[in-house]
C-alpha cells in the first residue's frame, strides 16, 4: 500500500477537518438536517452531525440552536425544534421593519419638534402617551397605582384607544400636507 503523503494533501485534510468544527460548518449542518427532518430534538441533531470534537461538538450546536431560534430560522416546541417558513417569516419580517421604520420616523420627528426653542413647555409631546376616547354620554373611571406605572379604564361604553406612535404619525403626516401645501404656493 502506498501513500500520498505530500504537503498539500496533508493541508487539505487538516483544514476539512478543522471545518468540521467549525461554527458556519455546524451552522450548516443543523440547518440542512432540520431541513430534511423537518422536527429534531436536540440530542437527535447532536447524534446526526458529525464534528472531530465532540465536547466542543456538543456546546456549538446548543450555541448555534439558541442564536438560530434567537433571528427566527427556527422554533422550538417542548423539546422539539424545527424551522419556521422561509417566505412567512420574510413577509413577517418586511412588516416589521416597515414597523420599525415607522416608529423611528415619528420618534425623529417629535425630537425635533421638541428640540425648537420658541416651542412652549406646554406643546411638547412626552413619551410615552396614549388618548383614550368613547361617545359623549359615556362615563369613565381611571384607576392607577401610586406609581402611575399602572392604569385600567372602565367605562359604561365601549372605550377605543390610539397609542402615541399613532398620533405621533398623524401630526406629522398634517405638518407634512402643511408643508406640501405651502410649496405650492
Do not use: W
Not at 8 to 33: H, M, P, R
Request: charged letters at 30%.
Amino acid at each position: 500500500m502506498v501513500f500520498n503523503l505530500t504537503s498539500d494533501n496533508l493541508k487539505s485534510e487538516t483544514n476539512s477537518e478543522a471545518k468540521k468544527e467549525g461554527i458556519k460548518y455546524i451552522t450548516e449542518s443543523v440547518l440542512s438536517f432540520l431541513r430534511e427532518k423537518k422536527t429534531a430534538t436536540y440530542q437527535e441533531i447532536v447524534v446526526a452531525i458529525d464534528a472531530r470534537n465532540n465536547n466542543t461538538k456538543i456546546r456549538r450546536i446548543y450555541d448555534v440552536l439558541n442564536v438560530l431560534r434567537a433571528v427566527n430560522v427556527i422554533g422550538k416546541h417542548d423539546k422539539s425544534y424545527y424551522m419556521i417558513s422561509a417566505s412567512i417569516d420574510l413577509t413577517k419580517k418586511k412588516q416589521e421593519m416597515e414597523k420599525l421604520r415607522d416608529m423611528r420616523d415619528a420618534f425623529v420627528y417629535i425630537i425635533d419638534r421638541n428640540r425648537l426653542k420658541h416651542s412652549p413647555q406646554s406643546q411638547r409631546l412626552y413619551l410615552p402617551f396614549m388618548v383614550v376616547y368613547t361617545e359623549k354620554q359615556s362615563e369613565i373611571h381611571c384607576y392607577t397605582d401610586g406609581s402611575r406605572e399602572y392604569f385600567n379604564f372602565t367605562s359604561d361604553r365601549p372605550l377605543r384607544t390610539i397609542c402615541d406612535l399613532d398620533i405621533i404619525n398623524k401630526i406629522k403626516e398634517q405638518k407634512d400636507k402643511q408643508i406640501e401645501s405651502s410649496n405650492k404656493i
